[in-house]
């Protein structure tokens, strides 16, 4: 092989196999969108296909899933999370809980029906530490702080961790306060929030407004915002549950699923739309609205505003609606690699 002689050292052939494989994976891991997901998992299904989503799209290297945080304070949350994780092959992904108790948002729609029937292997064992968190805000300055790559926040419940995130002082983890932490090293967040269709109150807003409109008007990067008329239009189906999660015997997303209505029924995508478009923005699944600003009204309905803003909305075009629920329905069901 005379062109190794070309290198200043000469390595083997082992060797040069192991610093290119080496070289290729740093420029992989480089190319991967590091991901946080805040979610009020156990209030509706569609947070447990989109973290199932997350894994998929972690495990094929499109990014790289740093961590989750909790807006559902059910104390089943953090254990319902760390199970999905285990059962995805990341057990010791950081996990954040929720501090505040917030009304109609500590449902637990299929938590306890997943860890009660779980097989030993996955469950969470009790009285360990992993049945609890930390604070999400002490898991997101954490994360945020040591990432060296700007990340992408995917927010698909109450935006009571991400309001809090902005009112945080410096601290031991970061000398940097909330906003400047999240200029530094925030490139954009998604979030499954509003309703840009209609002047109805959409839920995650409802639940806490004054956190929803902190985030939404005071936030310093970009937000990408996935409505309510989006999830809503494009439906999972039951058929996808009943068919493509059968390659395991027991499945924590279908156990969820099955506990959380009366089987067969669709459910909106929304957290799953969400989750998509933070990874892949080039992908063009979604048409997008100009940017403005969006306003939250004192009884939780948004109105956006177009012009000065750094906020846009997704549009849905019907004729990419089978893509898009393809993508969806193959990224939630794939098997842990
Ligand atoms: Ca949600």
Known sequence: MPELKLLPIQLSPVALRVALCA?????????????????????DIDDALALAMLHSLSSRGECRLLGVTLTNASASAVPYVRLLNRFYGRPSLPVGAAQKHLKGGEQDGYLSAALQSAPAAFRVPDGTSEQSAEPAVTVLRRLLAASPEPVTLIQVGFSTNL??????????????AGPDLVKAKVALLSAMAGNFAETTPEYNVRLDIPAARAVFETWPTPILFSGFEIGRSLLYPATSIQRDYAYAPWHPVAVSYRAYQKMPYDRPTWDLTAALVAVRPAAKYFGLSAPGAVHVADNG?????????????LILDP?????????LTLLSSEPPH
Do not use: H, W
């Not at 070289?23 to 209030?43: E, H, K, R, S």
């Open 301 to 313: 309905t948004t109105r956006f505003e177009p012009g000065r803003g750094t906020r846009q909305y």
């Open 163 to 176: 309001a809090d995130l902005l009112a945080s002082p410096p601290d031991a983890i970061s000398p940097l």
């Open 319 to 327: 004729a990419q609606k089978l893509r898009i629920l393809e993508a």
């Open 23 to 43: 070289a290729l994976c740093a420029a992989l891991c480089a190319a991967q969108t590091p991901v946080i997901f805040d979610t009020d998992m156990g209030n």
